[in-house]
């Protein structure tokens, strides 16, 4: 419990918990999925699964933009940027993330031109300065990202800059929610809704989840109170046998999300028919792509691409582990072939996926404590 | 990635209403206002900023916890190193797309704050 010590509101999480056990019944698990893996990483980093009882599971859900991404995406990605002319640009989160011939990085020591950068924006200043190169920036992200990818577009369709181009895998979270919904092997009975994907989507959306599924949903914050209110709030709704929407994260989401963001997203991007997401497989119309309209700023448009699909490598059960139906160290290759420094699958690259969140807290103390152990 | 970096506005450009320097803990970056259009924000209102845009507008009270839970879960310095590295042209020897090679010697000279 070591970790209690650096709540900032000690006895209020102290109180939280214990309305959580109040309102838990014994008699009942309960199955909690949070969607957003900014919420995965807070849970394992603040020790939040001690403050509930054995009867409360978190399943961790799919909202980690780097470890849904299928590696086929990867290796199309890097083939267009084998071109010479072609500067290949993405987040940070995305240069360690294994493709078929190694990562982005891995190709950028072989040679490959690939840079970070921390802003789309910033992509399009580098096509800018380059007029002889191609800048091709590989977008990903949900809903939070996906606006600023679009703003990006609108200014270099104004600008007239036709040395830039977007190689676009961002999702939709909605369509994902009802894949794990409709999957027979998922049983989940709340869910903890992301915080900053709703800033711009709101808490409409998730309407039909409680209308038509009859599971609440409570819209949440980061901090440690914040999920454990939201446990309270979807327990509460358990209890009474209700089913409704609720924001916990009032003071950051509106009801009604970021109409400029939403406008921004509806001028450039149209949903795919179709598109793959990693353990979870084909999910109809949960990916956005560019329209007709922005057709010369799509890299899927401009360049040849291969359309590779990879199985991920067989010993990692990335996809187990990202339906919740195993916990990370249940995978064959956890700690030992996959760890954080050297990740095999995609939940172990990026902080917010389960595998390495779970590697960097979970496990080092149980590590730690079996080592005490067995000294003592 | 999905976690928003707090800033308050420090200065707007009226030739550029789209645009504004925004300080993090003591780094000021020219950051994105075009998806705040319908309710731009003054001079002193804090914003939340994702991948070098501003996403929403919040109080500077929430601005603080916002970075008090960035530290928590051990991201400030991401954050930090992120809002460093906004605007190649800037040129900060960050390991940013104008300049590929990391270079030593840049900390992150805000965090000292009481608050942060």
């Known amino acids: ?376 | 990635m999905c976690l928003a970096i707090p800033g308050q506005v420090v200065e707007l450009f009226p030739d550029q209403p789209n645009t504004a320097v925004i300080d993090v803990v003591g780094v000021r970056r020219k950051v994105n206002l075009g998806l705040l259009q319908d309710n731009l924000p003054v001079q002193g209102d804090w914003v939340l900023i994702h991948v070098g845009f501003a996403m929403s507008k919040i109080s500077e009270a929430d601005a603080i916890d916002q970075m008090r839970t960035l530290r928590a879960l051990g991201e400030a310095e991401a954050a930090m190193q992120e809002v460093q590295g906004y605007g190649m042209e800037t040129g900060y020897g960050m390991e940013t797309a104008e300049n590929p090679e990391p270079s030593p010697g840049i900390l992150m000279p805000g965090l000292k704050k009481d608050w942060a």
């Open chain 1, 1 to 376: 419990m070591k970790f209690v010590d650096e709540f900032r509101e000690p006895e209020l999480i102290t109180k939280t918990s214990a309305e959580i056990r109040r309102l838990a019944d014994p008699d009942r698990h309960y199955r909690i999925m949070e969607v957003c893996g900014g919420h995965t990483h807070a849970i394992y980093r603040f020790g939040l699964k001690d403050l509930l009882p054995a009867n409360i599971e978190l399943i961790h859900g799919p909202g980690c933009p780097v470890c849904v991404l299928p590696m086929g995406r990867i290796d199309d990605g890097l083939a267009i940027a084998q071109n010479p002319d072609v500067i290949f640009t993405a987040f940070g989160d995305m240069m360690r993330v294994p493709g078929t011939q190694g990562s982005p990085l891995e190709h950028k020591a072989r040679g490959m031109d690939v840079r970070i950068v921390y802003s789309p924006a910033d992509a399009l200043k580098l096509a800018e300065k380059n007029p002889d190169r191609h800048v091709m920036f590989f977008a990903i992200g949900f809903e939070t990202t996906a606006p600023s990818t679009a703003l990006t577009l609108m200014r270099a369709k104004a600008q007239r800059l036709h040395n830039f181009s977007v190689f676009c895998n961002h999702v939709t979270i909605i369509p994902a929610i009802r894949a794990i919904l409709d999957s027979p092997d998922m049983r989940i009975d709340a869910f903890i809704g992301p915080g900053h994907v709703s800033t711009v989507i709101g808490c409409r959306p998730y309407e039909w989840i409680a209308k038509n599924e009859n599971k609440p949903v409570a819209v949440s914050g980061f901090e440690p109170l914040d999920i454990l209110q939201s446990i309270v709030m979807v327990l509460r709704q358990l209890k009474a046998d209700e089913a409704t929407i609720e924001n916990q994260y009032k003071r950051v989401v509106p009801w009604e999300g970021n109409r400029a963001a939403l406008r921004a997203m509806a001028e450039v991007f149209e949903l795919r028919p179709y598109f793959e997401w990693r353990g979870l497989g084909f999910i109809s119309q949960s990916a956005l792509r560019l329209r007709e309209s922005y057709a010369e700023w799509d890299s899927e448009q401009r360049f040849q691409v291969p359309g590779v699909r990879v199985t991920d490598p067989k010993a990692a059960q990335c996809g187990e582990v990202l339906k919740g139906v195993l916990k990370p160290h249940q995978c064959k290759l956890f700690g030992n072939e996959c760890t954080p420094e050297h990740p095999v699958g995609a939940l172990m690259v990026s902080s917010e996926g389960s595998c390495a969140a779970y590697f960097n807290y979970e496990h080092r103390k149980t590590a730690m404590v079996t080592s005490i152990a067995s000294v003592a």
